[in-house]
């Protein structure tokens, strides 16, 4: 069996309607909730209530870097950060790493090998924030910090961290709505991105996933 887990109902619903192409897939497609928190505890809560899963992967919309994916594309991570778990300083910003705290590492490795299934995807980090970026300055910023990212959502980190846990492979798959940076919902592609989630999970699951 397979978990997908969402934030909302469309992105559910936009995966279900992938899925529904091979209806003898063994999939199970639930929306946890919006943010790393809720994403945690729903995927904690299914990995511990349910049968056994072979994979788990977090999916939905997502902003995009400029310059290195567009509207409408796959991005599949093949790591996932927790871009903004640390501090601000006048220096720049520190991650728990840099600021020399015990815990464990702010990314978690993600499973890339689901991009080959897929005809058209863009493989690279996504970050996960707790606060998206809605300004020029931050976006900026961001893609200096991590000049292999893709894409930003808001759940990746919190599937990843209990699919970790739980000793569960893990994988992120997004469709990109728009290009991050200043906030301008007129420039957004919501229909095309929920479509670009249907057809990526109508190739993935044309044949068992591994």
Same mark, same amino acid.
């Given at each position: ?20 192409? *091979?209806?003898? *897939? ?31 992967? $977090? ?12 509207? $409408?594309?796959?991005?599949? *991570? ?26 464990? %590492?702010?990314?978690?490795? !993600? ?9 058209? !995807? ?8 707790? $606060? ?6 931050? *976006? ?36 990109? %709505? ?7 919902? !007129? !420039? ?23």
């Amino acid at each position: 069996m397979i978990l997908v887990v969402t934030a909302v109902d469309a992105e559910r619903d936009a995966v279900m309607r992938g899925v529904a192409a *091979a209806p003898a *897939a063994p999939v199970q497609v639930v929306a946890g909730g919006i943010g790393p928190v809720a994403a945690a505890i729903a995927t904690a809560h299914l990995l511990a209530a349910a049968p056994p899963y072979e994979l788990v992967i $977090c999916a939905g919309i997502a902003g995009g870097f400029r310059d290195r994916i567009e509207v $409408c594309d796959i991005a599949v *991570a093949d790591r996932v950060t927790f871009a903004d778990l640390g501090v601000r300083t006048d220096a720049g910003f520190l991650t728990l790493d840099e600021m020399g705290l015990q815990q464990e %590492s702010s990314y978690v490795a !993600s499973d890339s090998e689901l991009s080959k299934r897929l005809t058209q !995807s863009v493989t690279g980090e996504i970050l996960t924030l707790a $606060c998206m970026t809605g300004i020029d300055d931050d *976006a900026q910023q961001l893609a200096a910090r991590h000049p292999a990212a893709v894409a930003e959502a808001m759940e990746g980190f919190g599937v990843a961290a209990a699919a970790h846990r739980a000793g569960v492979p893990f994988a992120e798959i997004r469709a990109i %709505s728009n290009l991050i940076g200043r906030r301008d919902r !007129s !420039s957004w592609n919501m229909a095309g991105a929920f479509d670009a989630l249907t057809r990526a999970f109508a190739e993935l699951v044309k044949e068992p996933l591994p």
